[in-house]
């Protein structure tokens, strides 16, 4: 065996059945040889953006990884790798290089060093025999604590090198790390002391697989539970505990429970502060900080008690404390709070009724999700937004009722990524409708990979609104948007679909929202890809707090 071998070989004892690639990767040939399929993007960043869906999807369970060539393949994979580090996604990356006798030697492109800082661990595989130590220390990293990308660079020579040993490998297994019990006892002292408690959920909860913990840690506290965008679809939103989320663009009942709780017991998530994290209102709130990663702790919020582990591990420990110092019993108060979060509710669904049914022309982007919620059974699907105006538009309004149901995203902004994180997803999960929502700037970044999803007969459903526009953007630049134009943008994307392969419609009126949306689904379930091109208005309003508002 060579060093290629070896890889391809160790990818499959650990469960990987495809490698999302650009061609000439060193270990494409390997691979093959394994049965380990190649799904070829069009482009670096896309087929990172696949790897990075098909992680989010499988909770960390199984693996995306991602090859490319060296040197420019190398270069180009830089945005889709930063995506998944700022978003704690596990990412395997193999890049190659030209050999070991031109590392650090100019102009050749060094991955390890560039990659560093985007990266939970970053290394250069020296030889075939330190292949085996090599991708045991990569699963480690990818399957313990904070979740993130790990790069290994194949220098040519190294892939070509024969293995001198026999291999002896077998899976990494997933390594948890629960809390100091002491930590976790003071922590359920303050809770039960509060009166109007809050749970604050991130993604560590999905990745954990803790969602049943917590929601029996909020029933437990009668804590009304907020998730992050990234932690979307934690919690079920139609339980009367849900909050929905909280972002940039939030719920109206996460927006007034932040001001109501007196105590924050904060789970799975950094607790940052970052233009997609609500703020925690100034004011005396006790806060239970629970994170795996020690760098969250003490950034930027002091905490009452910290606790370091694993989310389930955690929520597990904090459940039987509750019980036992409650003697069995859940903590008053839980029909109040309910009653609380249902009355701002009532108030919040009135809020945007109107615009869930509108009837303008061009058609408003809200009637777009308005009929899509009425068309699709959550529980059935799994969607994801784009940047900009999908998100903000989306995310707070659509109600995702299970595990993974919803893929937030949005430490990293960058346009086009819900394109192949849904073929990701479908990927991972072939038995779900999965549905990215897009707009015309980000379609502008990708378009051309719906031929991926063609060619790779990966069924998934776009819903495209094209405004014309590249919305937010006049707020920073108002005089050259008055000027030069430089907010429009123009084409027919349905088209353009088309002609790539896929199922297309262009719709313009509301009331062939639904007919489309089930034509679509249909393509989808017959194996065909399928995009939807909605002509709307823009529209300004969004869930945003008013300015001054944490």
Known sequence: MNGSQVIARILKIEGVKQV?????????????????????????RVAENMADGFSRTSLGERIGVVSVQALAGAENAF??????????????????????????????????????????????????????????RAFTALRSGRPAPVLLEVPGDVAAEEFSGELDYRPVPRLRTAPDPDAAREAVKLLLAAERPMVWAGQGVLYSQAWEELREAAELLG?????????????DERHPLSLGMGSYCRTAMAEDYLDHCDALFAVGTSLSRYIFTPAIPSGKRAIVHATADSRDLNKDYMPDVALLGDAKLTLRQMIEEIRSQTGGAAKPGRSQAEEHVQGVRSQWQKRWAAKLISDEAPINPYRVIGDFMKTVDPSDAIVTHDSGNPRDQLAPLYESVTPRGYIGWGHSTQLGFSLGAAMGAKLAAPEKLVVNFMGDAAFGMV???????????????????????????????????????TKYLSGRYSEVARGLGAYSERIEKPEEIIPAIERGIAQTKEGTPALLEFITCEEPDMAIPPSGSH
Not at 103 to 116: E, L, M, Y
Request: aromatic residues 8%.
């Open 20 to 44: 999302f690639c650009f061609p000439m990767t060193p270990i494409l040939e390997a691979l093959a040889e394994e049965g380990i399929r190649p799904i070829v993007a069009r482009q670096e």
């Open 79 to 136: 945005a889709g790798i930063a995506h998944a580090n700022t978003d704690s996604s596990p990412v395997l990356f193999l890049p190659g290089h030209p050999g070991r006798q031109f590392k650090g030697v100019p102009p050749n492109f060094d991955a390890v060093p560039n990659f560093t800082g985007t990266t939970k661990w970053a290394d250069t595989i020296p030889s075939a025999d330190a292949v085996p130590g090599r991708m045991r």
């Open 223 to 235: 804590a009304p539970v907020m998730t992050t965008l990234m932690g979307k679809s934690a919690f």
């Open 447 to 485: 378009g051309m990979d719906v031929e991926t999803a063609v060619r790779e007969q990966i069924p998934i459903l776009t819903m495209l609104l094209n405004n014309s526009a590249m919305g937010n953007y006049e707020k920073n630049i108002p005089k050259s948007v008055e000027r030069y134009g």
